[in-house]
């Protein structure tokens, strides 16, 4: 009967909306910081004296609704502020303090160095009474740049680009940026000296490392320039990058140019960075909801990565675990996981690692009555589709087979995004203004 799983999509999705809306930008700034009188109040109990100026700066596909969320709370005490975000939604919130510009991503461009550029213009030469809030979220590394003394920007892109198509991770990446730049890796917390410094962070790193986010722009960075040039080795690109960087790294290797700040570095005494937002935070927002509702909720992982459609196999026998004996969790239960997967493209179809993941499942929950499952990415774009994700039943493939569909063929073809779009299924929210990676909520009921 189709109507027994009707309830649990219904509140798979519900639950899916939690976690995002736990991952609003604004709200969880106005969530983890207040102001009393002149003292500026976090959530963990920090207090820091707001009786000089307050300078913003930031940068990251959040952090317009990150600013709109400070304004809210700091209001007149901001003296100025420049963010950079996405110039595709830079008109998109109205700011009365902060000067919102618009740059690139995910390919830096000189739209970038020019937010760098403004950015160290508005914290440079402050006085030890003065307060920066910093406000750094996803794509905050393509957003803002100030490359160091004789590397371009297009430089710095090209190699990105390069070492992303090769198969590096956002660490790695975010290594050898961090030692091409004048911004990341806490050179931005050195430049706002003597001022304090406040990092508000809503992370799309796994693990949360938040010398990644971003590429760490307030945060001591534990990598060197000898990392940086054994992940170009690794990747087969140390001898095809451009002079000017080789010629920078040979010559940080030499100590002739500075490392990064580190970890122990006196300046970061007046530094205090905090994650306000993050996949966990929302999968115990979303455990919270799933709790309200009835169901016995279980938090596996905020780390999920491997190749979507193997993850989304191992999810199954998890589900078929859980009905067939109580393990990890009796049902009603509600099985949640984060993290980023990957996709081998190699067919021609659409999708994204959402989608994929959700018909890998739907295929092996063929036949399970009371179950549902919804994979959705955070930012509300999962892959290059206007979908944020799927969400399948035990019924799924039957009514795909009724329809002609044959879901395995679909799969094949790395073309999931069709799949959804003719039987329907498709989790659609629009831009979300956040981004935590992608969720996986799996509604489990008892029903035979
Ligand atoms: N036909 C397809 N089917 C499944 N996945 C696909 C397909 N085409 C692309 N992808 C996957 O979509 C991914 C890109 O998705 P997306 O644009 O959401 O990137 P992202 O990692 O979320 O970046 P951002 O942080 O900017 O959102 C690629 O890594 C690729 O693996
Ligand atoms: O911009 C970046 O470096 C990535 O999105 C990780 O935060
Ligand atoms: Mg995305």
Known sequence: MENENEKPRIDALTIALEGINAADPEKAVKQWIS???????????????VAGNVYVVGAGKASGGMALGLESVLGEKIK???VSVPEEIVDRYKLKRIKLVGATHPKASEKSVNAGRLVLETISNLKPEDLVVALFSGGGS???????QGVSIEEISDISLKLMRRGADIFELNTV???LSMIKGGWLARHAQPARLVALMISDVIGDRMDTIASGPTVPDPTTFKDA????VKYRLWEEVPESIKDHIERGLKGEVPETPKPGDPLFSKVKNVIIASNMISLEAMARKAGELGYNPLILTSMLEGEAR???RVIVSLIKEVKRSGIPVKPPAVLLLGGETTVTVRGNGIGGRNQEMALSIAIGIRGLKGVAVACIGSDGRDGPTDAAGAVVDGNTYELALRQGLKPED???????????????GHVKTGYTGTNVNDFVIAVINQVD
Do not use: Q
């Not at 393509?142 to 160091?148: F, I, K, M, S």
């Not at 040039?229 to 170009?232: A, E, M, Q, T, V």
């Not at 679909?410 to 329907?424: E, I, Q, V």
């Open 35 to 49: 102001l009393e009188g002149d003292t500026l109040l976090l959530k963990d109990g920090h207090a820091i004296n």
């Open 80 to 82: 100025e502020g420049v």
């Open 142 to 148: 393509a957003l803002l740049e100030y490359p160091v």
């Open 177 to 179: 940026r961090k030692h």
């Open 229 to 232: 040039r054994d992940i170009l």
């Open 310 to 312: 193997e993850v989304g």
């Open 410 to 424: 679909f799969l094949t073809n790395n073309d999931s995004y069709n799949f959804f779009k003719a039987l329907g």
